[in-house]
């Protein structure tokens, strides 16, 4: 986004400097198509007083091109002008998404807050619950479960707790949350471990 900001305002710098480019072309295309002939007029009567009535041919062809130019010139212009505005216009909308997309954000930040307070209340409910079940009943409800969800909630229980129930598992469940509790607790909270040992 950023980059592109950059890119429309060297844009929009590089429109303007065109504009102005073009105002100093056509007084310079001007000056160089009028000039001779305003020259050719004074050497040919150097009184300054017309020798003729009205225009000749040469001189209505020099005004036909000037207008043509002039009208060309302005177009170009007009054209320039509406470009500077719709990238007004493109700039303001730019602006008005950026400031609904930081505004999406914030609100999905205080949405995902919600939740994982939500949650955290939630497993720990879960893990009163299974404190309070008998340990032969909660060994045989952590069978089932995957691996690194049962070793979420034993590794909440008290410890007294959680070996009692990891005693009445059988030896592969059991080394399998061993093996992931001692992986969060390297990680320090991170991902768990994965091994091949690990199953339901």
């Not at 400097?17 to 305003?38: E, Q, Y």
């Not at 807050?113 to 404190?131: F, K, M, N, S």
């Not at 399998?176 to 607790?185: D, I, K, P, T």
């Amino acid at each position: 986004m950023a980059r592109f900001m950059e890119r429309l305002s060297l844009f929009r710098a590089s429109a303007m400097a065109l504009l102005i480019g073009c105002f100093v072309a056509s007084a310079a295309v001007r000056m160089a198509l009028i000039g001779p002939a305003l020259a050719e007029q004074i050497t040919s009567n150097p009184g300054g007083v017309s020798t003729y009535d009205g225009c000749s041919p040469g001189s209505e062809e020099l005004l036909e091109t000037l207008r043509v130019r002039g009208e060309t010139l302005d177009q170009r212009e007009r054209d320039l002008a509406e470009r500077v505005a719709l990238l007004e216009l493109a700039e303001t909308e730019i602006q008005e998404k950026r400031a609904a997309l930081a505004e999406a954000e914030e609100s999905l930040a205080s949405t995902i807050a919600l939740a994982d307070g939500a949650a955290e209340r939630d497993l720990a409910q879960l893990t009163t619950i299974y404190e309070n079940v008998k340990p032969k009943r909660a060994a045989e409800i952590f069978e089932t479960m995957e691996a690194s969800f049962a070793t979420g909630i034993l590794s909440r229980m008290a410890p007294a707790a959680a070996a009692e129930v990891m005693a009445l598992m059988t030896p592969e469940k059991a080394y399998s949350v061993s093996l992931l509790m001692a992986a969060r607790n390297v990680n320090a909270g991170g991902t768990p471990v994965q091994n091949s040992a690990s199953g339901n």
